[in-house]
């Protein structure tokens, strides 16, 4: 973690959402953090320095993004008290307030309270060009003398006026720092709606005075006649493309119908596309396991490093391929400003649970991870629905869960027919979907017991225009968020390896086999099976086997299973280290693929994996609450253990029972 020097002066970005802050950000640091179009996806500081070419020695602070001084939310709450003093950085040296010169008059409402604050302060104007399209042009002087403080221009997608901006800031910083006796004024005008008309209408007359329609002289008797219907609302709209494309995204019936295919074909694409790159990494770490045994030896330390750390790391990171594709679709739509109108579609029927559109982002958000889902659940005013948001959060099918979903269906599909897959694939995430909202509605049905919070609920959003992807923005996000994945689940499944491998090692380390015409490898691989049914992993087992019976599953299973407990993707390590794949001659992947269908059920001639038990884990994953991180962070949100608690129980339960009914009902109608 970056340690930051507390002498240096700290410059903080504020403004609203989509008002390019995040942009303006990594124009000025050179980082990459991510910006997306819709509120919520800044629920924690980022802290970085200049770019060296600036040659300004500062701190620089990002905040979540917020419309007024005047907190509506327990984030916004947090983002105000820390803007007056931060407990790390205090009170900032500068502040840069970015602003949307198509939406100036909600977007001044904030600068303006910044000024009345007394805070030092720098106007970064941005999103003019959209302004332009609409048929407007901004004075940047005339702001500049409203405001009685620096207005810059900033076009947040080629760069232009960075280098005015930086000019700016290095000449505020330079001035001797002003000696606070007082700190900023606390701006307290909640409830009182006099005071709000009356800055709205100064905000106005600023707009009046400072945007003007973009007029060429031989248009203007046609202008003339539409000056006398132009007011500061009109300017407000969307573009002509914007309206024309919500026509069709945000219709009725329509926009659901597209919504639906788009996330066919995402789902499509995460199998038919990642199919090579996949094939590619499988071979690379069968071929790292078998160079890894023949250099080392068969022993015990050769076994650990072969089948226990890279056989289990590549069981998994094969399928990053896949979740670098969801993370890059993912990211194409969201730059584009299209999930943004998810959150339209999908409010009338989230209202019908007790939620409503804002939920969206943090039930996305889920699908990569539900940690930050949970925390991104803060921008959330209504505490009723953030609470039962935060409850259904880890029924969104993410990425940990990818892996094991992908193993599993390519247990029951060919994988030539890889367009088969991804129907399925989003088959699951549909019904994962599906689950969440009937739960939900349960819940809310009940939340007297579980949630206990009264409702009082409204749904505004400020869409964004549409906007061409920045491609090169696009891919830096999916390697970051790719890169955090590994950088979560790698830790996690070293471990664990180590911890299973363990387990399924001891005590019985050199076991003796009878037949004494095996080959060296044949040997050791009959070491192996020998080895494993006389293990502590077996014998823990065999104590939690009565509960897997009835699932049709055996010992094996059920470690795996509680090994994913601790992280979802660690169930494919797990099977890859008890099953002792090692991609001698095969892949990884199709190792363990075969060992599963080859795998009996101790004691029988019973097929262990069934088309009847692998629908059974794959219902089993949907539900189960198999992550402590979320677990964790579920209780530091929500302040108590209850309703992390109520996850555990309703969740496994249901995962168990669902199981349960799944495997039995699909071996009664014949299916094995």
Request: charged fraction near 20%; aromatic fraction near 10%.
């Amino acid at each position: 973690m970056t340690e930051f020097n507390s002498t240096l002066p700290v410059v903080t970005l504020v403004g609203p959402p989509n008002s390019g802050k995040t942009t303006l950000l990594n124009l000025l640091s050179g980082k990459n953090y991510k910006t997306v179009n819709y509120p919520g996806s800044t629920v924690e500081y980022n802290a970085t320095y200049f770019q060296k070419q600036f040659n300004i020695n500062a701190t620089l602070l990002d905040s979540p993004g917020i419309i007024s001084l005047i907190p509506n939310s327990p984030d916004e709450q947090v983002t105000i008290d820390a803007l007056y003093n931060h407990p790390k950085f205090g009170i900032p040296d500068l502040i840069i307030a970015t602003v949307d010169a198509s939406q100036l008059s909600r977007h001044l409402l904030l600068v303006d309270q910044l000024i009345r604050s007394h805070f030092r302060l720098i106007v970064v104007v941005t999103m003019v060009d959209i302004l332009n399209r609409k048929g407007y042009e901004i004075s940047i002087q005339n702001l500049k003398k409203e405001l009685k403080c620096d207005v810059v221009e900033v076009d947040g997608r080629h760069g232009n006026g960075i280098n005015n901006l930086v000019q700016n800031i290095s000449t505020i910083l330079k001035k001797e720092k002003q000696e606070l006796s007082e700190k900023p004024i606390r701006i307290d005008e909640n409830g009182d709606s006099q005071i709000l008309l009356n800055n709205y209408k100064k905000i106005e007359e600023i707009e009046k005075s400072v945007i003007n329609p973009k007029l060429k002289q031989a248009d203007l008797e046609k202008a003339n006649k539409s000056l006398n219907v132009l007011n500061s609302f009109s300017r407000n709209k969307p573009d002509n493309l914007t309206l024309k494309l919500d026509g069709i995204f945000l219709h009725k019936y329509l926009g659901i119908l597209i919504f639906f295919i788009l996330m066919g074909l995402v789902f499509t694409s995460i199998f038919y596309l990642a199919l090579p790159l996949m094939e590619f990494v499988d071979e690379s770490f069968a071929s790292l396991a078998n160079f890894a045994i023949e250099k080392i030896g068969y022993t015990w330390i050769g076994d650990l490093v072969a089948d226990g750390i890279i056989s289990s790391l590549g069981a998994v990171l094969v399928f990053v391929p896949q979740i670098v594709i969801l993370f890059l679709i993912l990211g194409f739509l969201e730059d584009t400003g299209y999930l943004a109108r998810g959150a339209m579609l999908i409010d009338r029927p989230l209202s019908k649970i007790g939620l409503n559109g804002r939920s969206f982002v943090p039930m996305l958000s889920g699908y990569a991870c539900a940690i930050p889902a949970i925390l991104a659940a803060r921008t959330m005013s209504n505490r009723r629905e953030r609470l039962l948001t935060i409850f259904i959060i880890p029924l969104m099918s993410c990425s940990a869960r990818l892996p094991v979903y992908a193993l599993l269906i390519a247990f029951l599909l060919p994988l030539e027919k890889a367009w088969i897959g991804g129907i399925v694939l989003s088959l699951i995430y549909l019904f994962s979907m599906i689950s969440s909202v009937v739960i939900a509605a349960l819940i809310n049905k009940f939340r007297k017991s579980i949630i206990r919070e009264e409702d009082n609920s409204s749904f505004i959003l400020e869409l964004p225009s549409y906007k061409l992807p920045r491609i090169k923005s696009v891919i830096r996000n999916s390697y970051s968020s790719t890169k955090q994945y590994l950088k979560e689940a790698g830790p996690v499944i070293i471990v664990f390896s180590f911890i299973l491998w363990g387990l399924t090692y001891f005590p019985n380390t050199n076991p003796k086999i009878e037949d004494t015409n095996l080959t060296q490898v044949e040997y050791y691989e009959a070491q192996k099976v020998e080895r494993i049914s006389t293990s502590y992993a077996s014998y823990i087992g065999k104590k939690i086997e009565p509960i897997m019976a009835p699932l049709g599953m055996d010992w094996r299973i059920g470690v795996s299973l509680i090994s994913a407990f601790v992280a979802r993707e660690v169930f494919v390590s797990a099977l890859a280290v008890i099953f002792k794949v090692s991609g001698d001659e095969e892949t990884i992947q199709q190792s363990l693929l075969n060992s599963m269908r080859n795998a009996k059920i101790e004691g029988t001639d019973q097929k262990l994996f069934t088309p009847a038990t692998i629908l059974g884990l794959i219902i089993f994953f949907v539900f189960a609450m198999q992550c402590l991180s979320t677990i964790a962070v579920a209780k530091k949100e929500t302040g108590s253990w209850r309703i992390p608690i109520f996850q555990i129980i309703i969740f496994s339960g249901l995962a168990y029972i669902s199981t349960f009914i799944t495997v039995n009902g699909l071996r009664l109608l014949g299916i094995e």
